[in-house]
């Protein structure tokens, strides 16, 4: 079926590295992908999102990276800190269904000092 | 600035009981979505509102009901709750129905249902 999946559960990285996130997606009739960040008993936060239309976009220390050859999606932190540290979600939106999104199996992030 | 507001933030129920979630949008959100996350899971979209009336709805069992009022403030409503039904619910919000850019979903804080 339809679905937003990623590769890795979980990602350890030392603070100061660049942290690479991956997703996976099989609907390619999606129109736009969206990453959030989750932190312990909070809602996903929003941190950036790309229109299918596009295959980069970069935000303040993070990068989105949209490769629909192989229907991939990855989150790029530059310099990871501690305040980092969250489960990190990839969504779908369709544009047939706004606002209804797909998300994809988190991958906790670790930042270590 | 004002976020979504979710209430209670917790909530213990026996099975079999009922539950009342609240959720009140961003001023000016005139859109509400409600997701269910369960230990370890993914969000779950269950159902949203645009401008008071049903815009979408997804896994949302037929024991549950929802809606928004004339202030948008939405309620979900869960009967004959059972074990399973133990999650995060997550309300967020939009201005519109949410696409790219400024309409993007912004999400509370969540309650968390435990059914005993």
């Known amino acids: 079926g339809e679905s937003v999946g990623l590769h890795l559960p979980t990602l350890s990285v030392q603070e100061g590295d660049n942290s690479i996130i991956n997703c996976a997606y099989s609907n390619s009739a999606s129109d736009y992908f969206i990453w959030y960040k989750q932190e312990s008993g909070k809602g996903p936060q929003f941190i950036i999102d790309?229109?299918?239309?596009?295959d980069k976009r970069q935000g303040q220390r993070v990068t989105v990276l949209l490769n629909k050859t192989v229907k991939h999606l990855s989150l790029q932190i530059a310099a990871t800190q501690p305040g980092d540290s969250a489960v990190y979600f990839c969504?779908?939106?369709?544009?047939?269904?706004?606002?209804?999104?797909?998300f994809g199996r988190g991958t906790q992030l670790t930042v270590w000092p | 600035a004002a976020g979504v507001i979710q209430s209670p933030r917790h909530l213990i129920k026996e099975k079999r009981e009922t539950a009342t979630l609240k959720c009140y949008p961003i001023p000016r959100h005139d859109t509400v979505y409600w997701y269910q996350q369960g230990p370890g899971q993914d969000p779950q979209f269950l159902i949203s509102?645009?401008?008071?009336?049903?815009?979408d709805k997804g896994s949302i069992p037929d024991r549950f009901s929802a809606q928004q009022f004339s202030d948008y403030h939405s309620e979900l409503n869960m009967s004959s709750l059972e074990l399973g039904d133990s999650a995060l619910y997550f309300c967020?919000?939009?201005?519109?129905?949410?696409?790219?850019?400024?309409?993007?979903?912004?999400f509370g804080a969540g309650s968390r249902l435990t059914v005993l």
């Open positions: 969504a779908e939106n369709k544009g047939s269904t706004l606002g209804r999104l797909y």
């Open positions: 967020a919000s939009s201005f519109g129905l949410a696409g790219s850019g400024a309409n993007v979903l912004t």
């Open positions: 790309i229109r299918s239309n596009m």
């Open positions: 509102f645009y401008e008071k009336m049903q815009s």
